[in-house]
């Protein structure tokens, strides 16, 4: 089973969240970090990382000598990372979202396949599970790429247990290509007037998807009772409440996993593993 925690924002708990559900996983897991722009997940857990890979992707790159300027290549490009100007060609790889159009249309053989950095695939172990996280490069412009990458081992990581998810917050490309292979979603949310609105967004970006959800209340006795209130009314379970305290931020501050270093809260994360796994396995069970 692939499970994914998400939020509509971040600085919810999301993390706080999945490196604690990691303590408590008592079957095989990989733990993975596709928060890719920030991951963090490392942090909390300090995994011993025996593989770092660069990621790349395609990208054109010309010959201009071969080129006649027939614009084909350019007509193609829905990002304008490749022109023609003045008879000259003319490649801008920070632009280009890999599809190989380019290269597919040419007639003249002027564009071969190039690479632009991604990022780093970095692999590994924490607490005796597997661990895989995706680092974007400094200046990279798109996560999704990377996020591909990773993604794409999925079927093999899978074949050694369930894959835990630490997806990127927010509602965009990024968040929905973590969730899109999960059997089942957390999301992560606080009850202020903040975290509420996000966690709405997150639901409605999420729902049609038509996966099995739960929430997790994170700093569940602030603020008011509008989330309850939402998930009540949308039918969305509430899977685990995590108190707001002196002793969790304290824990989290020194980049502890909180299940392990607040012995209630392996209960709490505990039964949350319950309430996912029997939510993704009835998903399962009535396709």
């Given at each position: 089973m692939i499970y994914?925690?998400?939020?509509?924002?971040?600085?919810t708990g999301k993390t706080t969240t999945c490196s604690s559900l990691a303590a408590v996983w008592d079957r095989p897991v990989t733990l993975v970090d596709l928060d890719v722009e920030e991951p963090n997940l490392h942090l909390f857990l300090k995994p011993d990382l025996s593989d770092i890979e660069k990621a790349y992707i395609e990208v054109p790159e010309a010959d201009e000598d071969k080129c006649t300027s027939c614009g084909l290549c350019r007509d193609i490009c829905q990002f304008k990372a490749i022109t023609v100007m003045a008879g000259t060609l003319l490649v801008f790889p920070e632009m280009c979202h890999?599809?190989?159009g380019c290269l597919a249309v040419c007639p003249e053989g002027?564009?071969?396949?190039?690479?632009?950095?991604?990022?780093?695939i970095c692999r590994g172990t924490a607490d005796g599970h597997a661990f895989v996280m995706g680092r974007l490069r400094v200046g990279e412009?798109?996560?999704?790429?990377?996020?591909?990458?990773?993604?794409?081992?999925?079927p093999e990581l899978g074949k050694g247990g369930d894959i835990l998810i630490d997806a990127p917050p927010g509602v965009s490309c990024p968040a929905i290509a973590a969730v899109t292979d999960a059997d089942c979603i957390v999301l992560v949310t606080e009850p202020t007037p903040f975290g509420f609105h996000d966690f709405k967004l997150a639901w409605e970006a999420f729902k049609p998807l038509n996966?099995?959800?739960?929430?997790?209340i994170n700093r569940a006795d602030l603020g008011d009772t509008a989330v309850l209130e939402f998930c009540k009314a949308n039918r969305i379970p509430v899977w685990a409440e995590i108190p707001y305290?002196?002793?969790?931020?304290?824990?989290?501050?020194?980049?502890?996993?909180?299940?392990?270093?607040?012995?209630?809260?392996?209960?709490?994360?505990?039964?949350?593993?319950?309430?996912?796994?029997a939510a993704a396995e009835k998903e399962v069970a009535n396709a």
């Open positions: 994914a925690v998400a939020s509509g924002k971040g600085g890999g599809c190989g002027a564009l071969s396949p190039g690479k632009r950095e991604l990022g780093e412009a798109m996560s999704p790429p990377l996020m591909r990458r990773i993604r794409k081992e999925f996966k099995p959800m739960g929430a997790v305290s002196r002793e969790i931020a304290e824990a989290y501050s020194r980049g502890e996993v909180v299940s392990k270093a607040i012995a209630p809260l392996k209960e709490t994360f505990a039964d949350l593993r319950g309430n996912m796994r």
